[in-house]
């Protein structure tokens, strides 16, 4: 319910003032540290969105209501990541109750998926992966709505202000925004061709994208809530476009979602407390990353040295052994995470590591595929509530397939899942939840949450949140130096992708020991969170951090 009605005029100046305003009242993040506040902090992948979330909790909203505005502003400054299509996973800290939950937002897998059409013989089975029949249930509009009815403090309809007023008023669209669109063009529709070009070529950096049927399909929302997705116009709209492209997701898969809430799950790190999201979720390998590099004096071996390297190395492709192995529905096939997150399970997996030589990577006959085209954003309140959120359409502009009329880009999910061999735990089971890498992470320091972090990246999202935590509780750094700190990643069939900034002799080390080293670009784009409290366990500090990898925004106010 509402605490009062208000003007949100003003707000909606604020959040979509120019991004390179100085006028701030609470300095950004930047290279002289994480950015700060007193009384909340935001941070996400786009300037204007972070600018919405900090309007609302000046407002008097909570961290949830931020999170609600933050995403449909997303929708519309970053459509090919994001939005009203899409699916992801939220971690909540609820201050009131100190409890923390999941909120699983990825839904289930469409009830008359025939997943043979994505397997060899069927002709054109690697077609069928990437458009309509690649549509899953989209779950972010159900999960906006439960957050805000469980916690939100402001009203529903005013959430998405800014968010319409922005898809109505249009904006310049950036380098980056500008190269995606012109990747993704030719495989769109003529009518997505109409909103994302002009004279039939894409628009260009300084072009302005005006999205007046989002606008529209963000009013709807606001004024007849998730319904107007699930059973409401909307679905309509997804149903026709459904059954006109030959997709699975009917209308009957639209009425029948829901949000979900589950307990998380967490381990004991250094003195730590280390939560993120349960199965459904395929978060807990990160878990396990950091249960076994707790038997390793990791600040003794030394930041990104090549023993401490060569560890973590070992230790990812592990975990990643494990997703593959172990990832389930956990009412049909949970994963056995009694065993794979308990201190005997570690150990036994450590005394039988190679210190000194790289392992190769075997895979249980089973090829992962993660989508890289998401989104992360975290938000706190004054009051000590907090939101970890990953959402995503899949792949950028995900099934590139809009429906007619709304400006709703429908994910590309089932894209995502493991057709090989028939029948695996991450195959396209009808009915079944859709399993998501997302890893949204609250780490708790004596009792209160301390630190929100996550990133997007596909299959290295659970292997960047472990190092960002260990950079702060190994390493000592803050979150801005553990957020822009050199990564590593596993990647098949058997490559450890390195960043720049790891030494050259690190690198030369690591080849030795018989890693096959690649060098990324970038990995990941993560955003986080830190929280201090008076002794009275009251928050005083807030300090946040946007990847430098990306061009985000953290504000604190």
Not at 146 to 163: H, I, V
Not at 200 to 223: F, H, M, Y
């Amino acid at each position: 319910m509402p605490i009062r009605k208000i003007s949100f005029v003003l707000i909606i100046l604020l959040a979509l003032a120019s991004c390179k305003s100085s006028e701030e009242k609470m300095p950004a993040s930047s290279k002289s540290g994480p950015a700060v506040g007193s009384h909340g902090m935001v941070s996400t992948a786009h300037p204007i969105a972070t600018r919405t979330g900090v309007s609302i909790l000046r407002a008097g909203g909570n961290a949830f209501d931020a999170a609600v505005a933050v995403a449909a502003t997303l929708n519309v400054f970053e459509p090919m990541n994001s939005g009203i299509g899409g699916y992801g996973t939220i971690l909540i800290y609820d201050a009131v109750r100190d409890r923390t939950r999941f909120l699983d937002s990825s839904g289930r897998i469409p009830r008359n998926v025939d997943s043979d059409v994505f397997r060899p013989p069927t002709p054109n089975y690697k077609k069928n992966r990437l458009g309509s029949k690649a549509v899953s249930t989209p779950g972010n509009v159900n999960a906006w709505w439960a957050m805000s009815s469980a916690y939100g403090r402001l009203d529903w309809k005013e959430l998405f202000e800014a968010a319409i007023k922005a898809a109505e008023d249009g904006f310049e669209i950036d380098e980056r925004l500008a190269r995606v669109i012109k990747l993704a063009f030719p495989e769109f529709n003529s009518y997505a061709q109409s909103v994302y070009g002009k004279s039939g070529k894409p628009l260009e950096k300084g072009d302005r994208l005006v999205q007046k049927d989002l606008a529209r399909s963000l009013r709807l929302i606001a004024e007849q809530g998730a319904k107007a997705v699930y059973g409401g116009e909307l679905g309509k709209a997804i149903d026709e476009v459904m059954r006109g492209t030959g997709g699975f997701l009917t209308i009957d898969d639209l009425i029948a979602d829901r949000a979900e809430w589950w307990e998380p799950i967490s381990i004991e790190y250094r003195g730590f407390t280390v939560t993120t999201a349960s199965p459904p979720s395929t978060a807990f390998p990160s878990l396990i990353r950091l249960g076994l590099m707790s038997h390793f004096n990791n600040a003794a071996l030394g930041h990104n040295s090549a023993a401490y390297l060569h560890r973590f190395a070992e230790v990812t492709k592990h975990a990643f052994w494990c997703r593959l192995a172990y990832a389930g529905d956990p009412e049909v096939n949970p994963p056995p995470l009694f065993r794979l997150l308990s201190e005997d399970y570690w150990r036994e997996i450590v005394e039988n590591m190679d210190m000194e030589k790289a392992t190769p990577f075997r895979p249980p006959n089973i090829v992962l595929k993660s989508g890289n085209s998401t989104t992360h954003f975290v938000v706190a309140d004054k009051w000590g509530n907090i939101v970890s959120a990953t959402q995503t359409l899949g792949g950028a502009f995900g099934s590139r397939i809009m429906a007619e009329g709304t400006g709703i880009w429908l994910n590309n999910s089932l894209a995502f899942c493991t057709f090989e061999p028939k029948g695996n735990p991450m195959d396209a089971h009808p009915g079944q939840r859709k399993l998501s890498g997302d890893c949204p992470t609250i780490v708790f320091r004596e009792g209160k949450p301390w630190i929100a972090l996550g990133t997007p990246g596909g299959h290295t999202i659970g292997q960047t949140v472990p190092q960002i935590v260990m950079d702060m509780i190994d390493f000592g750094m803050d979150i801005q130096q553990a957020i822009a700190a050199p990564r590593i990643s596993f990647a098949e069939p058997d490559y450890i992708l390195v960043e720049q900034g790891i030494e050259p002799s690190v690198l030369d080390a690591l080849r030795e020991m018989g890693h096959n080293i690649r060098q990324s670009t970038g990995i990941g784009n993560a955003h986080g969170l830190t929280i201090e409290y008076d002794p009275g366990g009251k928050p005083i500090k807030f300090s946040g951090s946007a990847d430098p990898r990306g061009s985000g925004l953290s504000q604190g106010y």
